[in-house]
């Protein structure tokens, strides 16, 4: 799709383009064919719709029109892109490849010396030829098939921001340091406490108030801390799940290592059959499958992240008649989720 700024009336990025002076995002600003039939999301103006997208290797004709459609494309007002997969031949033809990306070879960043996680590797393999079955059918010049399969693993870090977690005294029953030497003040009663104080809720005491009266309350545990007999084993195990803090500080003390790894695939296959010197058929099926794995850095089970399936099937079914030289009829049906 970067190929597009190159038409004319196409101004912007590929992924966000504006094409003949059309609003970007709008409905109708591009439509994708696939196999000749609408891959464009009807739920969706932006290019996300591309979701449905055919693996690279397994394409074979990519066009662009940007203006003066001919009567069989309709309903769009900028941009039309029409994407045609490879056929087999009668020779059995076939291709591997391998793109791949690693943080190791990448320059560090200035002064702290350190390069992020960044790892990229898109890999895959085409065959295509004749359907041949041995002492069964032989296909030469008559059924022909193309299978494609592409995979791209897509893992980096994540910027995120300084949480707060338990310090190892707090682990310990021992919140002393949460004091803060300032008092809070109880405007009904009068009585006074320690900012951040912890109380026994196993004691009790009688107190005579400022104001008079008397109320029932407990007792601050010493030094504020609380005894490890008191601790729940539950609250213990749960605790134990935390990661520990990174430095001293009571708050903002660790920071979340958070690395997204997003794998997807798109298996696809596409069989061709002459029934006759001037009937051909053609069926394309393909399925693009991704996991995205949002993490915010916490095991489980205390994460909140929760993983997305993102697929998408297709099948398509071609059929061309050609009657004369000047007269060919053309029959599609496509099903896509």
Same mark, same amino acid.
Do not use: C
């Given at each position: 799709?970067?190929?597009?700024? &190159?038409?004319?009336? +196409?101004?912007?990025?590929? %992924? =966000?383009?504006?094409?003949?002076?059309? @609003?970007t995002?709008? #409905?109708? $600003?591009?439509?994708?064919?696939?196999?000749?039939?609408?891959?464009?999301?009807?739920?969706?103006?932006?290019?996300?719709?591309t979701?449905?997208?055919?693996?690279?290797?397994?394409i074979?004709?990519?066009?662009?029109?940007?203006?003066?459609?001919?009567?069989?494309?309709?309903?769009?007002?900028?941009?039309?892109?029409?994407?045609?997969?490879?056929?087999?031949?009668?020779?059995?033809?076939?291709?591997?490849?391998?793109?791949?990306?690693?943080?190791?070879?990448?320059?560090?960043?200035?002064?702290?010396?350190?390069?992020?996680?960044?790892?990229?590797?898109?890999?895959?393999?085409?065959?295509?030829?004749?359907?041949?079955?041995?002492?069964?059918?032989?296909?030469?010049?008559?059924?022909?098939?193309?299978?494609? &399969?592409?995979?791209? +693993?897509?893992?980096?870090? %994540? =910027?995120?921001?300084?949480?707060?977690? @338990?310090?190892?005294? #707090?682990? $310990?029953?021992?919140?002393?340091?949460?004091?803060?030497?300032?008092?809070?003040?109880?405007?009904?009663?009068?009585?006074?406490?320690?900012?951040?104080?912890?109380f026994?809720?196993?004691?009790?005491?009688?107190?005579?108030?400022?104001?008079?009266?008397?109320?029932?309350?407990?007792?601050?545990?010493?030094?504020?801390?609380?005894?490890?007999?008191?601790?729940?084993?539950?609250?213990?195990?749960?605790?134990?799940?935390?990661?520990?803090?990174?430095?001293?500080?009571?708050?903002?003390?660790?920071?979340?290592?958070?690395?997204?790894?997003?794998?997807?695939?798109?298996?696809s296959?596409?069989?061709?059959?002459?029934?006759?010197?001037?009937?051909?058929?053609?069926?394309?099926?393909?399925?693009?499958?991704?996991?995205?794995?949002?993490?915010?850095?916490?095991?489980?089970?205390?994460?909140?992240?929760?993983?997305?399936?993102?697929?998408v099937?297709q099948?398509?079914?071609?059929?061309d008649?050609?009657?004369?030289?000047?007269?060919?009829?053309?029959?599609?049906?496509?099903?896509?989720?």
């Amino acid at each position: 799709l970067s190929f597009i700024v &190159l038409a004319p009336g +196409v101004s912007g990025t590929g %992924s =966000n383009p504006q094409v003949n002076g059309i @609003p970007t995002g709008s #409905y109708g $600003n591009f439509k994708i064919y696939l196999e000749g039939q609408d891959s464009t999301s009807v739920n969706d103006a932006s290019w996300t719709s591309t979701v449905a997208a055919a693996g690279v290797e397994s394409i074979g004709e990519f066009a662009v029109q940007s203006s003066n459609f001919s009567a069989e494309f309709g309903q769009v007002a900028g941009e039309f892109l029409n994407f045609t997969t490879k056929s087999g031949t009668n020779q059995i033809h076939g291709s591997a490849y391998e793109y791949w990306a690693n943080q190791i070879m990448d320059a560090a960043h200035p002064f702290s010396h350190v390069r992020d996680h960044d790892v990229k590797d898109d890999y895959g393999f085409t065959v295509g030829g004749p359907v041949w079955i041995p002492k069964i059918y032989n296909g030469k010049n008559k059924t022909f098939f193309f299978f494609n &399969l592409e995979r791209f +693993v897509n893992s980096a870090s %994540s =910027n995120s921001a300084y949480s707060t977690v @338990p310090t190892a005294a #707090y682990r $310990n029953g021992d919140f002393s340091g949460a004091l803060t030497g300032r008092s809070l003040t109880d405007p009904t009663s009068g009585l006074s406490y320690p900012e951040n104080a912890i109380f026994d809720p196993n004691s009790s005491v009688t107190i005579t108030t400022p104001k008079g009266g008397t109320v029932t309350g407990h007792t601050m545990f010493p030094n504020n801390t609380i005894p490890q007999s008191q601790f729940d084993k539950v609250a213990l195990k749960v605790q134990a799940l935390i990661p520990a803090p990174i430095n001293g500080l009571n708050i903002g003390n660790w920071l979340p290592s958070i690395v997204t790894n997003q794998p997807s695939q798109i298996p696809s296959v596409k069989i061709d059959q002459n029934l006759s010197d001037k009937t051909h058929l053609s069926f394309y099926w393909s399925n693009q499958n991704t996991n995205q794995k949002a993490s915010d850095g916490l095991p489980i089970p205390l994460t909140g992240a929760r993983p997305k399936i993102v697929a998408v099937n297709q099948e398509r079914l071609n059929m061309d008649e050609t009657f004369s030289p000047t007269l060919i009829a053309h029959f599609g049906a496509g099903f896509y989720r």
